[in-house]
């Protein structure tokens, strides 16, 4: 059992940067892959980004196009910790953010078990 808490949303200009955490409870971290995922209103989730369990060859990233160039993952196992930065940030950013683990570096919601409760982020123009 993996319990997810998301934090660092809030409300930011247009051009502005967030930077979005997750933290995990429990020893296995390290073992999933951690996946961001957000919704808006009226919309269903979409799949943000997310980040291979690591390993020795390091840590692989995967961004949906709508975010690349704008949108970074990262982990830290030490802190059972993942972050997206956020930067560029634009109205259509506006959601709640979830963070998933799972056990496949991919972007179906399906393949992630454990789910935080979200945080929101609203961009405004």
């Known amino acids: 059992q993996v319990h997810l808490v998301e934090s660092g949303g809030g409300l930011v200009q247009a051009g502005g940067s967030l930077r979005l955490s997750c933290a995990a409870s429990g020893h296995t971290f390290s073992s999933y892959v951690m996946g961001w995922f957000r919704q808006a209103p009226g919309k269903e989730r979409e799949f943000v980004g997310a980040?291979?369990?690591?390993?020795?060859?390091?840590?692989?990233?995967i961004l949906a196009d709508s975010v690349k160039g704008r949108f970074t993952i990262s982990r830290d196992n030490a802190k059972n910790t993942v972050y997206l930065q956020m930067n560029t940030l634009k109205p259509d950013d506006t959601a709640v953010y979830y963070c998933?683990?799972?056990?496949?570096?991919?972007?179906?919601?399906?393949?992630?078990?454990?789910w935080g409760q979200g945080t929101q982020v609203t961009v405004s123009s």
């Open positions: 998933a683990a799972g056990g496949a570096l991919v972007g179906l919601p399906n393949f992630y078990d454990y």
């Open positions: 980040i291979s369990r690591s390993g020795r060859s390091g840590d692989r990233t």
